[in-house]
C-alpha cells in the first residue's frame, strides 16, 4: 500500500502474459500493523539495526497515512494488517503475499483478512486519499 510501483505497467503486462504476482512485504516490515500506530517502540525493527526498516522510514507522513487506514480497518470490523492484506489481494491479480509471520498467532489474524467482505468503491477511493503523498493532495 505505500509502496505502489507495482500499479504502473508491470501489473498489466504480468496479467496479459498469465503470470502471477508474489507481494513482497504486503504490511510494509510491520508499518502496516498496529505495531508503529503510536510511535516507534523500543523492542521494534525499526528501533533495532534493520536494513529493511528504520526510523528514518517511518515520517510523519507516514504515521498519519497508517494511522487512517487504522481508523478505516477500524470501520470495517478488521485490523490494520487485514485491511492492508485485504486490499493487496483485492482484484485477484496478486496469487499470493509472504507475511513474514513469526507466530501463529500472526497467521491466524492475517488469514482472517479473507472473511471480510470486498471493500466498496467508497471505501477504495478513500484509501487512494489516504496513500496520496502531501504533494499529491
Not at 63 to 85: D, E, F, P, Y
Request: hydrophobic share 40%; glycine share 8%; aromatic share 4%.
Amino acid at each position: 500500500m505505500l509502496d505502489r510501483w507495482i500499479e504502473g505497467e508491470l501489473q498489466q503486462v504480468l496479467e496479459d502474459n498469465g503470470v502471477g504476482t508474489i507481494a513482497f512485504t504486503p504490511l510494509a516490515q510491520g508499518l502496516l500493523t498496529s505495531k508503529y500506530l503510536n510511535g516507534i517502540p523500543s523492542d521494534s525493527r525499526a528501533a533495532g539495526p534493520s536494513a529493511a526498516l528504520d526510523e528514518s522510514g517511518i515520517t510523519p507522513e507516514v504515521q498519519r497515512k497508517i494511522r487512517a487506514l487504522n481508523q478505516l480497518a477500524v470501520t470495517r470490523g478488521q485490523s490494520l494488517a487485514q485491511l492492508a492484506l485485504q486490499w493487496t489481494l483485492r482484484e485477484g491479480k496478486v496469487t499470493s503475499a509472504l507475511i513474514g509471520a513469526s507466530r501463529i498467532s500472526q497467521i491466524e489474524e492475517n488469514i482472517a483478512c479473507l472473511s471480510h467482505p470486498a471493500f466498496s468503491s467508497e471505501e477504495l477511493d478513500r484509501i487512494d486519499t489516504i496513500l496520496k503523498t502531501e504533494s499529491e493532495v
